[in-house]
């Protein structure tokens, strides 16, 4: 028995909601015919989609709510297309409404900083719900960059009284002692991540004066032990390159009044050989504690350029054909 067909009609407008809703060179409706087969047509100030039954439905939902978001002034970008395109095969499009609408905060530039994928909400309120949480998961899915957003939200707002933020001092491969320079400059081209995200937020004039003041903390790993943090967020960035010591040392400096935000990529670990991962073994040894949150990334919240994820996802596979 074939599928029944059908076919809906959405009126657009004007001219101009087509040009957004299909993108620079209709790029955004490629990747949407290219994933969701059916015909989709547009004549004037009308979209016309015929085809399967289940496969029209999606659409329907999809393009709704990308009007909608265009309507409401949302600029669509490539990875905001795919991401709703990956949704709408669940129909859970609609779910693109509240995660677009709502800001964390804006960038020093007037820019808002929004979370963009339902992985990137789940953490964002598990950080403001919990002391101490864990964003494990691949690289590019605004692990670091959301919890230093949060972070100087939190200043800004007063809840904190300054910010820590560390990693550990591990080598890719590369030897630190042979670089030139004091301990400022060979720690610093492993911060540098935490400077971006730091800058984008803040601006790099306002981030200089906080270090001046002490408002912002930026250190290796080792440099925490033996201190308790009052007051703080604290972010631990490349958590899975401490070893259990080290995690075990980091997490008992939580003090009074502060924030946790431990985030790592466990594909990604420089320890070496025959080292654990503090990272894996806290994941292990506290995931019954109910007041720790743990939020897991998954390859379609990655935000950066498309072909990041393809990556990603082709490096899982290669890892569990090797297994």
Known sequence: MSEQTASIRISLQNAGEAQSLFGPQDGFLKIIESEIPAIIDSREAELTIRGAEREVDMLGQLFNVLLSL?????????RDVQYAVELA???????LLDLFKGEITTTFRGKPIRVKTVGQKHYVTTIKKRDIVFGIGPAGTGKTYLAVVLAVTALKEGSVKRIVLTRPAVEAGESLGFLPGDLQEKVDPYLRPLYDALYDVMGPDQ????????LIEIAPLAYMRGRTLDDSFIILDEAQNTTPEQMKM???RLGFGSKMVITGDVTQIDLPRGKKSGLIEAKAI??????????????????RHSLVQKIIVAYDRSAENLQ
Do not use: M, N, W
């Not at 981030?207 to 002490?214: F, I, N, S, T, Y």
């Open 70 to 78: 265009i309507r409401s002034g949302y600029i669509l970008t490539e």
């Open 89 to 95: 095969k669940d129909f859970r499009a609609d779910q």
């Open 207 to 214: 981030v200089a004066k906080a270090l001046e003041r002490g």
């Open 250 to 252: 980091f997490l008992t």
């Open 286 to 303: 506290l995931s019954g504690i109910e007041e720790l949150g743990f939020v897991y990334f998954a390859e379609q919240d990655v935000v």
